[in-house]
């Protein structure tokens, strides 16, 4: 067990190593750090790993340009300049809430980026403002189609943040996939099989080997096989690929950059990098903030206070059990998984930071 | 087999009878039929019942004076007065694409509407614009969220349009569940039973029966159970109705004012009827529209040219196979169950209109 301010130094001082600023720095280890607490191991430290070989291999750039390429009153294009994604992110949700401010939303579109972590922890920076925030991201190209072997599409997060009143907001964060895929990783690291309808194997049969991804084999889109919805998940997953690259001209579809070793890296001079789409709704916009976060308290409760079925305890509330684990790690530690600690002491090794 | 005319003028006369103008009620025969064409039945003629019955209760106003009551240049909460939710809706849209124009994108959220038939049809309004269009409802209160046995949310559609160049459009539109309620009405009217994943019963039971929602059981958030993100589809339903609903003072979760039988009016003197959001992104607001489109055109034939599953004939892209049965049914006919022209056929007796 690590506390939180532990590895939030430590994760700051490998990212300052690489050429990151202070500010940037930080930024980074708080995404990091924020998805470690909210119990989603799966984009947190064990990323780190990820990001350190894509810098070494000239992929990512830790003193980035980033610029709006075009814009009206509530829309923009952002260029990351190669950035990391955490940076292009945190700016473009930022841009979208300034829209927003003026005109009452903001949309931007973001191309030329990297692997940005937790969509949660930008949608969430429009709460503070009584917004909305929306945020998603195109990822590696490791999801077939409803009815194809081909990987077309990553696991396409989407991730909407509600503020209201007297209870916690309402923080919606999910990949529009059965699994997201760093939870396939941690199951093949913990030697645990995959459920069937999470992934189908190179010849598109049903798998439940977690670790079928680097054999060829595909993630399945939210609702599994086509009887069950797949072909939804499958659209959603393709909005949040356009909205993400095609309006911004970021790689999209098979031409998202990979940040995993086993997809190779593909050239495609038309477009630029991994995409991500940030939306900012101020609620005034459409009704007074305190009327509005009124009823959206009644709204949570009247779920959170529903029947659950025999055998469940409660009903959440999107957001719920996330909170709830932030303030137990936060008081009582972070645990790291022992292969993650060997892989981040071995980066520290080589960048020349003491071993945590 | 009745052609597209014939029954778009029978449809027309039904709405003009029960006191819609000219315009409106060739805009409800123009969205009912356009579900028929597009062969999702299940919110077409079928539906006219429900509206009738409506209107009968005295919930229908058939001369509505609908209103923006709040906006800012890229936002709006409209008013729908009670009118059929077609005709606030497709008003709705049209303010969201006037304002798009202005300032780049535009956002409204409805209250105080109804059924408002596919979602498809207002999104598909912003393509001749070379816009994306986006729209959804809440509806009937039938599904339960992940844990419960309560029935919070509605099947709560999500539309997505999007223009492309010489290839047809790309054209999402999905119930957040398994499957939409309409759709249960068929198997159950033709006597199928429903593939478990869809339905449970009113103590959260696995469930076969798709006549089960008239015995308090609910329809399963898409992805069906926990383990296959079932939690997921619970978080777009909720977003839905949030955007639908808690934005703009309409009946949210269980106070969605219910267009069937089995379920009981509720009151709520805090809420408005039925909710809708729309959404208009002009695409030239993010890059020019020339170059996206064709973009797009790539896009689309990178997934149609996908290589399909074994046993799979091909992949397709969202609003593939209903824009291929528009073609089809426009020549050829379009099928009524007999039920359906059974019970058309007593309204049109009840209102003095030539039966079909």
């Given at each position: 067990m690590y506390t939180y301010k532990y590895l939030r130094d430590f994760t700051k001082k490998l990212f300052l190593v690489i050429g990151c600023s202070e500010n940037d720095a930080a930024t980074v280890a708080n995404v990091l750090l924020k998805s470690e607490l909210r119990g989603i191991s799966s984009h947190g430290l064990l990323r780190i790993a990820d990001y350190y070989n894509l810098w070494k291999q000239g992929r990512?750039?830790?003193n980035p340009n980033i610029v709006i390429v075009h814009e009206t009153p509530s829309t923009a294009v952002v260029d990351g300049?190669?950035?990391?994604g955490m940076i292009a992110a945190k700016k473009s949700m930022e841009i979208a809430i300034e829209k927003a401010k003026a005109v009452g939303t903001g949309w931007v579109s973001v191309r030329n980026?990297?692997?940005?972590?937790?969509?949660g922890y930008y949608s969430m920076m429009a709460l503070e403002h009584d917004m909305i925030g929306i945020a998603m991201t195109n990822a590696n190209p490791l999801v077939a189609p409803t009815?194809?072997?081909?990987?077309?599409?990553?696991?396409?997060p989407i991730a909407v943040a509600v503020p209201a009143d007297k209870q916690p907001p309402f923080v919606a964060d999910f990949a529009?996939?059965?699994?997201a895929r760093g939870k396939l990783d941690i199951m093949h690291k913990k030697g645990k099989k995959a459920p069937l309808g999470y992934v189908q194997d190179k010849d598109g049969n049903a798998c439940d080997?977690?670790?079928i991804l680097t054999q060829g084999g595909a993630i399945l889109p939210l609702g599994g096989d086509y009887e069950h919805g797949s072909h939804k998940g499958y659209c959603l997953g393709s909005v949040v690929d356009i909205l993400s690259a095609v309006l911004s001209g970021a790689g999209y579809g098979p031409w998202?950059?990979?940040?995993?070793?086993?997809l190779p890296v593909k050239n495609n001079p038309d477009v630029k990098g991994t995409g991500h789409f940030f939306g900012a709704m101020r609620i005034d916009a459409f009704r007074p903030a305190a009327e509005f976060k009124e009823m959206m308290d009644k709204w949570i409760l009247t779920f959170r206070n529903s029947k659950p079925a025999e055998g469940q305890e409660k009903v959440l509330i999107p957001g719920d059990p996330e909170r709830e684990l932030e303030v137990v790690k936060m008081k009582e530690g972070i645990d790291v998984m022992p292969v993650v600690v060997e892989k981040l002491n071995e980066i520290a090794e080589e960048l020349g930071v003491e071993r945590i």
């Amino acid at each position: 067990m690590y506390t939180y301010k532990y590895l939030r130094d430590f994760t700051k001082k490998l990212f300052l190593v690489i050429g990151c600023s202070e500010n940037d720095a930080a930024t980074v280890a708080n995404v990091l750090l924020k998805s470690e607490l909210r119990g989603i191991s799966s984009h947190g430290l064990l990323r780190i790993a990820d990001y350190y070989n894509l810098w070494k291999q000239g992929r990512i750039n830790t003193n980035p340009n980033i610029v709006i390429v075009h814009e009206t009153p509530s829309t923009a294009v952002v260029d990351g300049d190669s950035a990391l994604g955490m940076i292009a992110a945190k700016k473009s949700m930022e841009i979208a809430i300034e829209k927003a401010k003026a005109v009452g939303t903001g949309w931007v579109s973001v191309r030329n980026s990297n692997h940005f972590g937790i969509a949660g922890y930008y949608s969430m920076m429009a709460l503070e403002h009584d917004m909305i925030g929306i945020a998603m991201t195109n990822a590696n190209p490791l999801v077939a189609p409803t009815f194809s072997i081909d990987r077309l599409l990553g696991t396409n997060p989407i991730a909407v943040a509600v503020p209201a009143d007297k209870q916690p907001p309402f923080v919606a964060d999910f990949a529009t996939t059965p699994i997201a895929r760093g939870k396939l990783d941690i199951m093949h690291k913990k030697g645990k099989k995959a459920p069937l309808g999470y992934v189908q194997d190179k010849d598109g049969n049903a798998c439940d080997d977690p670790n079928i991804l680097t054999q060829g084999g595909a993630i399945l889109p939210l609702g599994g096989d086509y009887e069950h919805g797949s072909h939804k998940g499958y659209c959603l997953g393709s909005v949040v690929d356009i909205l993400s690259a095609v309006l911004s001209g970021a790689g999209y579809g098979p031409w998202v950059p990979p940040s995993v070793a086993y997809l190779p890296v593909k050239n495609n001079p038309d477009v630029k990098g991994t995409g991500h789409f940030f939306g900012a709704m101020r609620i005034d916009a459409f009704r007074p903030a305190a009327e509005f976060k009124e009823m959206m308290d009644k709204w949570i409760l009247t779920f959170r206070n529903s029947k659950p079925a025999e055998g469940q305890e409660k009903v959440l509330i999107p957001g719920d059990p996330e909170r709830e684990l932030e303030v137990v790690k936060m008081k009582e530690g972070i645990d790291v998984m022992p292969v993650v600690v060997e892989k981040l002491n071995e980066i520290a090794e080589e960048l020349g930071v003491e071993r945590i």
